[in-house]
């Protein structure tokens, strides 16, 4: 990866390879990374499936990542759907329930199958490098 500094050493600069996980496909992803902050997304022309092609949801990571009403905790809905009512949780509690409720759908619909998406299909794209 490209690395730079400036002249003081104040400010590093580096390109991140990795993939998007906005949705399923993955597609890779070059990450510029100023100060620690995110300044620039692009596709990664060197990716085998996505060969630098993004959508507009992924090109648009940054907003996501730095909007000021952005979530970072779980938060359960206390209200009528709709209704705009919800209640901050904590993560075990997030887990749980969905596990609860994961278990309680496959109970009742025993002939169905079922597919859950993990972070691990991600380190095994990262261990290609
Ligand atoms: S860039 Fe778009 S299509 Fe590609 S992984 Fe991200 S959200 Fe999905």
Request: glycine share 6%; with cysteine; net charge neutral.
């Amino acid at each position: 990866m490209e690395k730079t500094e400036d002249r003081t050493g104040l400010s590093e600069e580096k390109v991140v390879r990795t993939v998007c996980q906005d949705c399923h496909v993955a597609c890779g992803v070059l990450v510029q990374v100023k100060d620690g902050k995110v300044v620039k997304i692009e596709g990664d022309p060197a990716h085998p499936l996505s060969e630098g092609m993004m959508c507009p949801k992924g090109l648009a990571a940054k907003q996501l990542i730095y909007h000021p009403e952005r979530l970072t905790y779980p938060m359960k809905r206390v209200g009528e759907r709709g209704e705009g009512k919800w209640q901050r949780i904590s993560w075990d509690e997030a887990l749980d329930t969905i596990a609860t409720k994961l278990k309680e759908i496959i109970e009742k619909y025993p002939d169905t199958e079922y597919a859950v998406k993990a972070s691990e299909r991600l380190k095994a794209l990262e261990k290609k490098d």
